[in-house]
T-cell receptor, first 116, second 114 residues
Framework: AQKITQTQPGMFVQEKEAVTLDCTYDTSDQSYGLFWYKQPSSGEMIFLIYQGSYDEQNATEGRYSLNFQKARKSANLVISASQLGDSAMYFCAMRGPSGGYNKLIFGAGTRLAVHP | EAGVTQFPSHSVIEKGQTVTLRCDPISGHDNLYWYRRVMGKEIKFLLHFVKESKQDESGMPNNRFLAERTGGTYSTLKVQPAELEDSGVYFC????????????FGSGTRLTVV
């Protein structure tokens, strides 16, 4: 079965510093996708970044990068130069054939607070 | 491009009543998904439509939940009768290309059953 584990219920970071949000996953699939979503207080789920299991390079999207370590089954999100607007819930998710390729499997989330 | 729209944004109903949630996907997105997050738990998949057909409804918790997608456009999720454990946030998402995995989520409907 597929599983996503986010071990940090809450994180604090100073504005302009970098922060890493942890995500580990468990799957027997060879082909799978990993996602990070942001949920601000307004409620919408905002797609941040995607990493395919066969992508050789770590995904990057602006200030977001995904530190993909396949052998360790980790897909940590790195936010560089944190901003106050980064304060939100962050969810790691995965998708793969064994879980039903249509479904995203989510972790419990990490609440990030950015302090000025 | 308009995003995924869900309404109502909040709903408070009494146990035993019926509630209908609506989702308008992004125009042209054939794939529509429902997810929910019950308090304190992970976001869980409910079901997936491709156009008007249910592709996968393995996440629907029980037969009190009924989802429809009329003409492959908007979708409704009806809970009848609602129970206390149905409280949570119900998200809808849509995508145009499943392989690219670019799901766009709505803001969710917060359902409270009292």
């Amino acid at each position: 079965a597929q599983k996503i584990t986010q071990t940090q219920p809450g994180m604090f970071v100073q504005e302009k510093e970098a922060v890493t949000l942890d995500c580990t996953y468990d799957t027997s699939d060879q082909s799978y996708g990993l996602f990070w979503y942001k949920q601000p207080s307004s409620g919408e789920m905002i797609f941040l970044i995607y990493q395919g299991s066969y992508d050789e390079q770590n995904a990057t999207e602006g200030r977001y990068s995904l530190n993909f370590q396949k052998a360790r089954k980790s897909a940590n999100l790195v936010i560089s130069a944190s901003q106050l607007g980064d304060s939100a819930m962050y969810f790691c998710a995965m998708r793969g054939p064994s879980g039903g390729y249509n479904k995203l499997i989510f972790g419990a989330g990490t609440r990030l607070a950015v302090h000025p | 491009e308009a995003g995924v729209t869900q309404f109502p944004s909040h709903s408070v109903i009494e146990k035993g009543q019926t509630v209908t949630l609506r989702c308008d996907p992004i125009s042209g997105h054939d794939n529509l998904y429902w997810y929910r997050r019950v308090m304190g738990k992970e976001i869980k998949f409910l079901l997936h439509f491709v156009k008007e057909s249910k592709q996968d409804e393995s996440g629907m918790p029980n037969n009190r939940f009924l989802a429809e997608r009329t003409g492959g456009t908007y979708s409704t999720l009806k809970v009848q009768p609602a129970e206390l454990e149905d409280s949570g946030v119900y998200f809808c998402a849509s995508s145009q290309d499943r392989d690219r995995a670019r799901y766009t989520f709505g803001s969710g409907t917060r359902l409270t059953v009292v």
